[in-house]
Structures are given as C-alpha cells and as structure tokens.
C-alpha cells in the first residue's frame, strides 16, 4: 500500500512510496520511492529502497529536477532524471528533523529540527 505522495510541479509525475511487505505495519518493513506517470499509473523509474520507522515527507524542487524526502532521522536528494540520490543528511546533534521547506528557486531547502532551530541546506 502507499504511504506517501506528491505531484511534481508540472503535474505529470508522481512520487510514490510504497510499502511491499508482507506484514506492511511491521517493524522496519521496506518501503520503495517510485516515480509514475500521473495519468497512468504507469511506472516511470525505481529511485530505491527507504527505512521508514515514523513517517516520510517528500517535496520537488520547483523544477521539478529533484526530490527531497525527510524521514526523522534523515534527508535525502534525489535527482529525478537521473534516478540516483544524490545526498543523505542526518541531523545534528540529537535533534530530529520534524519539517521540510524547498525554496521557490529551488537551489536550497530547508529543515526544522525537534531542537526549535531551522537550518538551511544547498
């Protein structure tokens, strides 16, 4: 079943995780980013593998070239065309990341963390 998904700006894609598991509630089940064509359903691209334990929260850059996902104990970039990720970020310190913003140019996002402060990342 899915557990996330977001539109890419020009609407014609749509980012989708999806939990394949056999038990999906189960603890650390595998959870696979996709990539489909919004009219279709039909898959585009496989971006990988993600370790979900809380939630996941994704977002396009305006351009539509990357996907930025946040999970609580981490970020990742992907770049959509190429269909590789192209950074991991963990959190500082303890804190955990609890939000997500991409900047309107798209040439950086930024986070918030469950210590209060937002952090800005290119």
């Known amino acids: 079943f899915h557990t996330a998904v977001r539109f890419a700006p020009d609407g ?3 980012a989708a995780v999806v939990n394949r598991h056999a038990n999906p509630t189960g603890p650390h089940a595998p959870y696979d ?3 489909r064509d919004a ?3 039909k898959l ?3 971006l990988g593998t993600l370790p979900i334990t809380v939630g996941f929260r994704m977002r396009f850059t305006p351009d539509g070239a990357r996907l930025i996902g946040r999970e609580e104990l981490w970020v990742e970039v992907w770049d959509v065309a190429a269909g590789e990720r192209l950074a991991r970020i963990t959190p500082p310190g303890r804190a955990h990341f609890r939000d997500l913003a991409v ?3 798209g040439e950086w996002f930024a986070t918030v963390g469950s210590d209060g402060k937002a952090r800005a990342w290119s």
Do not use: S
């Open 39 to 41: 009219a279709t359903g």
């Open 103 to 105: 900047h309107p140019a």
């Open 44 to 46: 585009l691209r496989e």
């Open 12 to 14: 014609k894609t749509l």
């Open 33 to 35: 980013l996709t990539l």
